[in-house]
């Protein structure tokens, strides 16, 4: 297929500048089997589940990712972490008028970072004081606000773009379906026999990355970390031997999922996965999708076509463009179900 056929036009006033006003305020838009398009509020979503249904997190945690600093020669720099390797090492994105020199320092604040090396588009930094990277990020980080959010991050994205259930550090983008749950409504889906499982996957800059080949067959993902334990595993195989259902939270939890699958059973383990889901894919675990709205062309664009159909999905979002639904990361919400 052509990156031209993911394409849609979007009003700039639609793209969510801020979360709403409470969490969990959102509206949803239900595309619910061969139903007609349903507008409903998020909280409504609990009525779609049934007792026995396996709902899947990512409980992943985004990290103050962007530092603002400049070389020791003196010119600006922004940089943002890509991932944490270990104590004092991260792979980095570095925005600057040049690019910076091996073993250039690089200062932020009372802090330092050596440039070591290139890992293609990514620089390899160290950072050799008693400080580790974690508290480095923490004092002198923001947090890594899409570029489509044309603001710089206040106080309140400190709390707004993180899941309630966040737990892991290490993703540089928010797992942003999850930020419409709250305490309150995951108690209600309990109470109604769900079952809450969490997988981890540290969404990663390349996320936000677009797709500059024209045949999307070309085109090679981004590589991301992710672990699925065994509780989970056997929690959906229950699942779906008593034909219950299982739902993804998100892009990020089926791609860890359906990553997990890839050798044709769901097991249990960890590594790297640039699994790129488009039309034609065959999906093993997810059942039901509950996401965000996606960028024009984007990979996710793809991947919610694969899952719920490539006509489905444009009519979709042109219905969500005339009803004025919110896109992106801070944006509304809609549940999908698989097409047989």
Do not use: C
């Not at 590589?223 to 993804?248: C, L, M």
């Not at 089926?254 to 699958?261: D, F, G, P, T």
């Not at 996965?273 to 093993?284: L, N, Q, R, S």
Request: no cysteine; charged share 20%.
């Amino acid at each position: 297929m052509h990156i031209n056929d993911f394409d849609f036009e979007l009003p700039e006033s639609l793209i969510a500048q801020h979360p709403p006003e409470v969490r969990g305020s959102s509206r949803l838009l239900a595309a619910w089997q061969q139903q007609a398009l349903q507008d409903l509020h998020f909280a409504d979503i609990s009525q779609f589940f049934e007792a026995g249904d396996v709902l899947v997190m990512n409980d992943t945690k985004v990290i103050k990712a962007r530092l603002f600093g400049q070389k020791q020669s003196g010119g600006k720099i922004e940089v943002l972490v890509e991932r944490v390797i270990n104590d004092h090492e991260v792979w980095a994105h570095i925005r600057s008028s040049k690019s910076p020199k091996q073993n250039a320092v690089l200062l932020f604040g009372d802090e330092q970072a050596i440039m070591r090396e290139r890992k293609g588009e990514l620089f390899v930094l160290d950072f050799p004081g008693d400080k580790t990277v974690w508290e480095v990020l923490e004092e002198q980080g923001h947090m890594p606000l899409p570029p489509y959010i044309e603001r710089a991050d206040d106080a309140d994205d400190d709390e707004r773009y993180q899941t309630v259930y966040a737990a892991h550090d290490g993703a540089v983008a928010a797992p942003t379906a999850g930020l419409h749950f709250t305490p309150e409504l995951m108690q209600a889906l309990q109470d109604k026999g769900v079952s809450i499982h969490y997988v981890t996957l540290h969404v990663g800059a390349g996320t936000f990355q677009p797709v500059r080949v024209d045949n999307i067959a070309d085109h090679h993902m981004h590589s991301e970390r992710f672990w699925v334990a065994q509780s989970v595993v056997d929690a959906i195989n229950t699942a779906h031997a008593a034909g219950k259902k299982v739902w993804g939270v998100g892009t990020t939890s089926m791609r860890a999922l359906e990553s997990a699958a890839l050798s044709g059973e769901l097991q249990a383990g960890s590594g790297d996965t640039d699994i790129f889901i488009t039309p034609g894919f065959e999906f093993k675990v997810i059942d039901r999708l509950i996401t965000n709205f996606h960028l024009p062309k984007s990979t996710l664009m793809m991947l919610v076509s694969a899952f719920h159909g490539y006509d489905e999905i444009m009519a979709l979002y042109q219905h969500a463009i005339a009803h004025q639904y919110r896109f992106f990361s801070y944006g509304d919400a809609m549940v999908l179900t698989r097409k047989a």
